[in-house]
């Protein structure tokens, strides 16, 4: 595969088919109208438009143009256009779009629609993921299934050879088809077929030895949709298909060479020579939805679906090691393949009522059940009298009920009450040797209230309360295996008193406000703000180790002023803070805790104005900090980590000159800064960044600026 940055272009069929349909619109539906006066026709004719420009990008775009298609210096063709047509006395549409033209982000749809018939319709994009890291290695066969390093069991220094940058490719295409057989019948179908192709870091290692590598990206997904749907006056029925088929043109890395550690076998070691890659699989849903209108006060819905979910693919082919064989095998279970399966059974049933004027309820019930089929077998042939596994796999199933119920009262002078209850449950499978934490089923009670007002006609707001609280069945006895008895021991020696955050004991109370205030007619100001406190259930040992609390404030103002009829400013502010204290350790003398702190600060402000009557201009700044700290203290911390800082500077401006009524020029400039001190990749100023036993090593540019210019032309037909 050729790694090189790929440029953006539409397949030839692609560029056919737009040519043709520009030509076809040009002519289509236009001399029924050609005696009437202009201005009639702009008013009845639906609009078309086209736009036409060149872009350019300097400077370093590594996380500026991540998504967005621009992440090349250099210059691009801009092109959009939406063309409409109606033919006035059939009542059919025809349609067509296209956005991103000149870059890697292309979107394109036609559709063709009588109302109350039929339509079908034709999508394709694209859009590429490009990595905001620079990737220093001697790695050989990048952009392949099979790697190679030379053989060395030294560390070796930090390599200079620069790998080409690394992206995805995604290209997606769309088929779709409705039509409606009667006033309640109506038949949909949906084809969707997507493509991905590229590469992304990866790495194999061991605590002592770790090599980096780069997975091929060869993937192709296919989902079909096909639904049947009926509307009648108090019944509503929808049912049909969904089917989904993952394929990778990779199932294995094959990686040549390397640390001895790695590509040979030492008993009861397994050679990292073979890697497996996401193996291919397929599921089929069938589902029905439903609603009942009882009155014209109470309706009821349903839905309840099956899913059959199976991975079959063949494992991978894994050569004869260098070293001693494992007894037993490399694979003990006899299988080709995994033998995966899922079954997943969803039913949701809801109810609405208004029993009073002032009075609404509301409750909903919903149950799935992901039941895991996959066969199990023994792998491994364990030999240790104290192992952490058993050698068979381990199924896990979740079986997950969800409840609701919330009533609304409407009080005098404006106010509304809602009130509420949630309940979930979560019940998992629990098999084979465990050495973590784990329960096996929690569950989780919410209450809310929320109080609404109108407090004038401009003045309202909104203030609610949640409280939830998290509990489970007791934590399991964590246990080894014992391979000269085929027994399991009792874990006293493997004990592990830190509790999974997700399955933790926990309470919560949340609080929330929000506000919608124009003093002045041409001034509006939104508030809203959240606080959240978490406090979890101490450790299961003396040491209390684990998360222990939690916290999160979310603040946001948002301001729009109409000066005049030709000018108008927004802004907006956002405040972000989490906080996390936990704590780790096996004694008093090893007991450390961490208060981790993430903050996100944004402010912006934009202009629009016309400067006269054929120029329109506007502005658009934002500054935006992310700042993540890890404050340490106990017997264990003998070192601070450092801070890490994200910020971003981005500077946009626009100005429109009108040529006619139906023409304008817009230019656009943008500039982007984007600094940050993530010692992640980079490490300490005294250390330098991370360098693999390879030799290989990972850098992202700290300080990085972009300016951006576009010219384009723009024109509306009818």
Do not use: C
């Amino acid at each position: 595969m050729n790694t090189q940055t790929r440029k953006a272009t539409l397949p030839l069929p692609l560029k056919a088919s737009v040519a043709a349909t520009l030509i076809a619109f040009s002519t289509a539906g236009q001399a029924a109208d050609e005696d009437l006066d202009p201005e009639v026709l702009r008013l009845i004719r639906p609009e078309s438009t086209v736009s036409l420009g060149l872009g350019s990008v300097s400077g370093d775009s590594q996380r500026y143009g991540m998504y967005n298609g621009q992440h090349d210096s250099g210059i691009f063709g801009i092109g959009e256009f939406s063309l409409v047509r109606r033919d006035d006395a059939t009542g059919t549409w025809l349609r067509a779009q296209g956005r991103n033209l000149g870059i890697p982000q292309a979107e394109l749809r036609v559709e063709h629609e009588r109302q109350g018939h039929w339509q079908y319709f034709v999508e394709y994009d694209q859009s590429t993921r490009y990595s905001p890291y620079t990737f220093y290695s001697n790695l050989q066969g990048v952009g392949s299934n099979s790697l190679s390093y030379a053989n060395t069991n030294t560390a070796q220094p930090r390599s200079t050879a620069k790998l080409p940058d690394m992206s995805v490719e995604r290209q997606n295409a769309r088929l779709g088809f409705n039509y409606q057989f009667s006033r309640d019948l109506e038949f949909r179908v949906n084809f969707q077929n997507t493509e991905k192709k590229g590469e992304r870091q990866f790495g194999r290692g061991t605590p002592s030895v770790q090599e980096f590598l780069v997975e091929p990206i060869d993937w192709v997904t296919r989902q079909l949709d096909v639904v049947l749907n009926y509307t009648g006056n108090k019944f509503q029925l929808s049912g049909g298909y969904y089917g989904s088929l993952f394929q990778n043109a990779n199932n294995q890395l094959n990686i040549d060479g390397g640390n001895t550690a790695l590509r040979t076998a030492a008993s009861p070691n397994l050679p990292f020579t073979v890697m497996s890659l996401a193996p291919d699989n397929i599921a089929h849903q069938f589902h029905l939805t439903g609603a009942y209108q009882f009155t014209d006060k109470t309706r009821g819905t349903f839905k309840v679906a099956r899913t059959l979910a199976s991975q079959r693919d063949s494992f991978v082919s894994v050569p004869a090691p260098t070293g001693a064989i494992p007894t037993g095998g490399l694979n003990m279970s006899g299988r080709g393949e995994l033998g995966g399966r899922l079954d997943t059974t969803l039913v949701n049933l809801g109810l609405t009522s208004r029993p009073m004027k002032n009075l609404s309820m509301l409750a909903n019930v919903r149950y799935e059940d992901r039941n895991d089929n996959t066969a199990v077998a023994r792998y491994i042939n364990v030999t240790s009298a104290a192992s952490s596994t058993d050698g068979y796999n381990e199924p896990r199933s979740l079986s997950t009920l969800n409840g609701k119920f919330e009533t609304s009262y409407q009080l005098p002078a404006g106010y509304r009450v809602t009130g509420g209850i949630d309940y979930e449950e979560k019940e998992r499978s629990i098999s084979g040797v465990r050495v973590v934490g784990y329960r096996a089923r929690t569950q989780e009670i919410s209450e809310r209230i929320e109080l609404k007002k109108s407090l004038a006609e401009d003045l309202n707001g909104s203030l609610a309360y949640i409280h939830s609280d998290r509990s489970g069945s007791a934590y399991g006895i964590l246990q080894t295996y014992n391979a000269t008895t085929g027994n399991v021991n009792p874990g006293a020696s493997y004990s592990n008193g830190m509790q999974p955050i997700y399955i933790a004991d926990r309470i919560r109370n949340k609080v929330r406000l929000f506000t919608d205030w124009t003093p002045l007619e041409p001034l509006n100001l939104q508030l809203a703000a959240e606080s959240a406190e978490d406090n979890y259930g101490a450790g299961r040992n003396s040491l209390d180790i684990g998360v222990r609390r939690g916290s999160a404030q979310l603040v946001s103002l948002d301001a729009t002023w109409a000066i005049n009829d030709k000018w108008r400013v927004n802004g907006w502010l956002s405040r972000n803070v989490t906080r996390m204290d936990q704590a780790d350790g096996s004694s008093a003398a090893t007991l450390w805790d961490a208060s981790l702190i993430n903050r996100t600060d944004t402010i912006g402000i934009g202009l629009r104005g016309k400067l006269t009557g054929t120029i329109d201009v506007g502005a658009d700044a934002m500054l935006g900090r992310d700042k993540s700290e890890y404050k340490q203290a106990g017997a264990a911390a003998n070192s601070q980590i450092p801070d890490i800082r994200y910020d971003q500077t981005t500077i946009k401006f626009f100005g429109r000159y009108a040529l006619d009524k139906d023409s304008n020029l817009r230019l656009d400039l943008v500039f982007d800064h984007r600094k940050t001190n993530d010692w992640t990749w980079n490490g300490a100023g005294s250390s330098g960044a991370y360098v693999y036993t390879d030799g290989s090593w990972v850098y992202q540019d700290p300080n990085q600026k972009i300016h951006f210019i576009g010219l384009t032309y723009n024109f509306a037909f009818r």
